[in-house]
Nanobody, 126 residues
Framework: QVQLDESGGGLVQAGGSLRLSCAAS????????AGWFRQAPGKEREFVATISWNAFSTYYADSVKGRFTISRDNAKNTVYLQMNSLKPEDTAVYYC???????????????????WGRGTQVTVSS
């Protein structure tokens, strides 16, 4: 099991930026793909972005493509989500997750991931 702890959320105006971090501990984080999801009130958990174990490949939801960037530093056991040009519809709790089952690339469904953090709130005001 990989333990995950997100940070970096907060309140930002539309058009602003935030950088989320997810620190991992436990099993070897660098062996697995990692991803970010989000969940707004009353909505299902939604895929945002995923990154391969070696950072060679990334994949994004259409809604964030060109605005968000996922990255990782395996030496620091951390995955990041840089969010630019934020919109009010980006408001949600953001979760990081790790796929230790080596799901076929790209893993985009919540069921593809088996370790989850507790989430960090991102609120974008208009």
């Amino acid at each position: 099991q990989v333990q995950l702890d997100e940070s970096g959320g907060g309140l930002v105006q539309a058009g602003g930026s935030l950088r989320l971090s997810c620190a991992a501990s436990g099993r070897t984080f660098g062996d697995y793909a990692a991803g970010w999801f989000r969940q707004a009130p009353g909505k299902e958990r939604e895929f945002v972005a995923t990154i391969s174990w070696n950072a060679f490949s990334t994949y994004y939801a259409d809604s964030v493509k060109g605005r968000f960037t996922i990255s990782r530093d395996n030496a620091k056991n951390t995955v990041y989500l840089q969010m630019n040009s934020l919109k009010p519809e980006d408001t949600a709790v953001y979760y990081c997750a790790v796929d230790t089952k080596y799901t076929a690339w790209p893993p985009v469904n919540p069921r593809d991931f088996d370790s989850w953090g507790r989430g960090t709130q991102v609120t974008v005001s208009s």
